[in-house]
């Protein structure tokens, strides 16, 4: 069964250092997003991206946060300046699509990235 | 933010006998809700999901319950195996014209199936 990959499984990054997480979405999926789960915390959306633009972000994915899709199979969230605060699991998803045409369709995860911020 | 909530943090049930997952939302434009399972270390899984329009979506051993009314479903584990031991996550979503709906979980519960 098709699978939403991501990479790596654990950065560990100094504060205020850029780092980018990496995603292969399914590859017919046309909708991406981006969630992260701080430690005992809800699983809280960040971002979604349909083609080729953001959709819809959060209010916690400020000016730091980008995404980018910069090939036809990889999808990427990067954070520029990294804070204490932003340690925690991050999680890729994709689906084939949402309401439009009247049909709703589930999102796939990855395993997740977890990052650490020293 | 508890526009969707899980108040059962865990549950243990026996091998064989039902389950049954809990999950409130408040948000009266949510109109696709989805089960996930999760096990640690891994991303969640999506096991069923129910559109508003329906009340019951079965699938194998699961099966959801939607109560737009209480605003309110559940998910049956019938019968429940140890193998379903993992945490439950409920997810909402609100129908959006871009079509990229941004999915609202709840906080989970740990279910436990002792054999």
């Known amino acids: 069964e098709p699978e939403v990959t991501q990479t790596p499984s654990h950065q560990v990054t100094q504060m205020g250092q850029e780092v980018i997480l990496r995603c292969v979405p399914i590859?017919?999926?046309?909708?991406f997003y981006w969630y992260r789960q701080i430690l005992g915390q809800k699983v809280e959306f960040l971002v979604s991206f349909y083609n080729n633009e953001i959709s819809e972000k959060s209010e916690i994915f400020d000016d730091q946060f980008s995404v980018e899709r910069p090939d036809g199979s990889n999808f990427t969230l990067k954070i520029r300046s990294t804070k204490l605060e932003d340690s925690a699991m991050y999680f890729c998803a994709s689906s084939q699509g949402g309401a439009t045409g009247g049909s709703n369709q589930p999102q796939h995860f990855g395993d997740g990235t977890r990052l650490s911020i020293l | 933010d508890q526009q969707v909530k899980q108040n059962s943090p865990s549950l243990s049930v026996q091998e064989g006998r039902i389950s049954i997952l809990n999950c409130d939302y408040t948000n009266s434009m949510f109109d696709y809700f989805l089960w996930y399972k999760k096990y640690p270390a891994e991303g969640p899984t999506f096991l069923i999901s129910?559109?508003?329009?329906?009340d019951k979506n079965e699938d194998g051993r699961f099966t959801v319950f939607l109560n737009k009314s209480a605003k309110h479903l559940s998910l049956h584990i019938v019968p429940s195996q140890p193998g379903d031991s993992a945490v439950y996550f409920c997810a909402a979503s609100a129908s959006t014209q871009g079509g990229s709906e941004k999915l609202v979980f709840g906080k989970g519960t740990k279910l436990t199936v002792n054999p």
């Open positions: 129910i559109s508003s329009i329906k």
């Open positions: 590859s017919n999926h046309l909708y």
